[in-house]
Structure formats: structure tokens, C-alpha cells
């Protein structure tokens, strides 16, 4: 039986489906993805034999390629949440977008060298179950 996942973008209008299983997970703390998601990182899901469907809004779907580098991604044009996007064979879903649970977890932070200053020792920052006024 064949995985399948769901996923959409913040404001609905863009959906897929992945048919198939993922084969690696990556929390990518280079500079390009620090920009592209605002974050820490990026948190991405790889795969080689899986199946990208678009159940809506495909053409909303924007790409974009850094030039002079293989650094790419795609995003709604609405909302601006990052997409799917095919590399030759591979698909690479932000896990964010997932609506769908997943059971596979990290397998390693990328990029280190490239680590935001601000990002170390996060474990001890307050936690929080909703937002909180400092």
C-alpha cells in the first residue's frame, strides 16, 4: 500500500497530494533557506520515488531559482507559504505544508556553519502552549 499525504497552503487555495514515501528529512540552516523561510531553517522532505499531484490552485503556484546556484522553491502566490517543488526526479516538500501527520523525524541538521547566531541552546528558551506577552 502506498503512503499518501496531504497538504495545502495557508490560505487554502493551493493543495496536493504526495503518493509514496519520503526517504529523507533535512533541517537545512543555510543562509538561502534562513531567507526563503524566515526561520532557523528550513525544515524539507525529500523523495526519489514519490508522486507530486496538485489538487488545486496549481496555478498559483510560483517558482523561483537563486540564480548561478541548484537553490530553488516554489510558493502560493496568494499567501506566500512555500510549496512543493520537483527537482529532476526528486520532490521536495516543506514539512510545514504537510497536512497530513508524518511519522519519520529528522534525519540531521544541514549547513551548521551557516547557523543563525541567535539559534543555539533553544531547549532553554521558555515554553509556552499559546503566545505569551513577555
Not at 21 to 31: D, I, R, Y
Not at 39 to 49: C, Q, V
Amino acid at each position: 500500500m502506498n503512503e499518501k499525504y496531504v497538504g495545502s497552503c495557508l490560505c487554502g487555495a493551493v493543495r496536493y497530494e504526495i503518493i509514496g514515501p519520503f526517504e529523507s528529512f533535512f533541517l537545512c540552516h543555510c543562509q538561502r533557506c534562513r531567507k526563503g523561510t524566515g526561520s532557523a531553517h528550513a525544515a524539507n522532505l525529500f523523495s526519489t520515488k514519490a508522486t507530486l499531484n496538485w489538487l488545486s490552485g496549481e496555478e498559483k503556484v510560483r517558482g523561483f531559482q537563486v540564480p548561478d546556484t541548484r537553490h530553488s522553491g516554489a510558493f502560493c502566490s496568494d499567501c506566500g507559504s512555500p510549496m512543493p517543488t520537483l527537482h529532476g526526479q526528486r520532490i521536495k516538500v516543506p514539512a510545514g505544508s504537510l497536512d497530513s501527520e508524518i511519522t519519520i523525524k529528522p534525519d540531521a541538521h544541514i549547513f551548521m556553519e551557516d547557523k543563525a547566531g541567535w539559534d543555539n541552546e533553544l531547549e532553554k528558551v521558555e515554553k509556552y502552549d499559546r503566545y505569551q506577552t513577555p
